[in-house]
C-alpha cells in the first residue's frame, strides 16, 4: 500500500499536534492514563490496546522504538476499505504511560476526535468506537479545546485527501450510518 502523503508532511502533522491538546491540562489525569494502560500487566496481546498507523505514518518511525511493540499485518485480513492491500502496521505500547509524548502515531493524537463524512462533507465527531474503559472526556461530554479541534480538522482536511485514508474515513462514516450511531459533531 502507497500513501501519497510524504514524511514530511506527516512530519509537520506532528508538529502541529503537538501544540494543542483536547483539554487546558493533562486529560490522562482524569482517568488514570486509562487509554494507554488498559490492559494491565497482561503478557496477553489479546487483552493490550494498541492502534494501527495510518499508510505511510510509519515513515516516521524505525521500527527500532524500545517503547513500542511492532504487528505487521495484512490488510485484506481486517476490517478495512477493499483500496487497502498489502502490509499494516499495528503497535501497542510497551511502557505506559510513559511513552515519549512528541511520538505519539496520530490516531493517540487525535483521541477523542473522529472524522466523519456526510454528504461528502468532513465533519470532527467524539469517537464512537466501543472502549474497554471509561473516557471521561467521552462520558462526561467535557468541552474540548477549541485550537485542539480546529488543528485536529485542520489534519484530517490534508488527510482525506490521500485516496487511502478517505476511503477509511468514508468507509467508517458509512458503517456508523448503517448501523445507526448517534453521532455527536463538533465541528
Known amino acids: 500500500m502507497k500513501s501519497t502523503i510524504r514524511k514530511s508532511t506527516y512530519q509537520a502533522i506532528y508538529r502541529l499536534l503537538d501544540r494543542v491538546s483536547p483539554i487546558e491540562s493533562d486529560c490522562g489525569k482524569l482517568c488514570g492514563a486509562a487509554c494507554c494502560t488498559c490492559g494491565g500487566d497482561s503478557d496477553d496481546d489479546d487483552f493490550k490496546l494498541g492502534i494501527y498507523l495510518l499508510p505511510g505514518e510509519e515513515k516516521l518511525f524505525t521500527q527500532q522504538e524500545n517503547w513500542l511493540k511492532w504487528s505487521e499485518e495484512l ?3 481486517f476490517d478495512f476499505p477493499d483500496s487497502w492491500f498489502g502490509k499494516i502496521y499495528f503497535i501497542r505500547c510497551k511502557t505506559p504511560p510513559l511513552c515519549p509524548r512528541k ?9 477523542p476526535l473522529a472524522p466523519h463524512l456526510k454528504k461528502g462533507r468532513l465533519h470532527l465527531i467524539l ?3 466501543p472502549l474497554p474503559y471509561s473516557c471521561p ?18 489534519v484530517w482536511t490534508h488527510l482525506i485527501e490521500d485516496p487511502l485514508i478517505y476511503d477509511l474515513v468514508r468507509m467508517d462514516s458509512e458503517d456508523r450510518e448503517a448501523d445507526g450511531v448517534p453521532i455527536k459533531i463538533l465541528r
Do not use: G, M, N, W
Request: glycine share 0%; with cysteine; hydrophobic share 40%.
Open 137 to 154: 472526556l467521552i462520558e462526561k461530554e467535557i468541552v474540548l479545546s477549541h485550537s485542539f479541534i480546529q488543528a485536529t480538522y485542520t
Open 127 to 129: 469517537s464512537t468506537v
Open 103 to 111: 511520538h505519539r502515531p496520530l490516531q493517540c493524537r487525535f483521541f
Open 75 to 77: 490488510a485484506e485480513d
